[in-house]
């Protein structure tokens, strides 16, 4: 039984012969390298990453994290609004450092009210919670197609977000209620 090998490269979406000459360096500065074996009995293959895309995949990882964290967080904060009374309410918020009051618990709430639509998305969503805010004061249908994209609303702009609203960004902004449903 023969062990007929051959050898091949795949980087950047090209196949590239074994003998060219493709250093570590080569692979840090491209997209990674995938390189295959083949026998007669099996294919082994091994992918080997850029430094960048390395990087690029821990930071990701996190960032979703931190979404999902942030709309976890924001859920306890609304559902212990809900189920405390008024004093442990207040309790809860003095041991979280905050105040009823504080703009950042109104916030925490408006995320914390929609963590059903939110929590299916949370790959999608930025990791900072005032963009998670925002994003939440934007109609359903607009929130909707863009979930339907798959993309990222990690790198939406104040403007665009300000037009998703349906706010003219040079009028004076109407009160924060939010449309999402």
């Known amino acids: 039984m023969s062990n007929n090998i051959q050898n091949e490269f795949v980087q950047n979406g090209t196949t590239m012969d074994h003998d060219s000459d493709v250093s570590m360096s080569d692979i840090e ?14 294919i082994v293959v091994t992918h080997y990453v850029s430094a960048r ?9 996190f960032a979703v994290k931190t979404a999902q964290s942030t709309v976890e967080m924001c859920r306890v904060i609304y559902e212990a609004k809900e189920s405390l009374d008024k004093s442990e ?22 995320i914390g009210e929609r963590y059903d639509d939110l929590i299916a998305y949370a790959n ?5 919670w005032t963009s998670i805010y925002e994003i939440t004061q934007i109609p359903a249908e607009s929130f909707m197609a863009m979930v339907a994209t798959g993309e ?15 706010i003219d960004s040079s009028a004076k902004p109407s009160t924060p209620d939010s449309l999402f449903l």
């Open 29 to 42: 500065q491209g997209l990674g390298q995938i390189r295959v074996f083949e026998t007669d009995n099996e």
């Open 53 to 61: 895309e390395r990087f690029f995949s821990e930071y990701s990882k």
């Open 89 to 110: 309410y207040a309790s809860f918020l003095k041991d979280i450092g905050r105040k009823s009051e504080d703009s950042t618990i109104r916030k925490y709430l408006a």
């Open 124 to 128: 999608l969503l930025p990791s900072s």
């Open 152 to 166: 990222s609303m990690a790198n939406l702009t104040g403007a665009q977000l300000k037009l998703l609203r349906g």
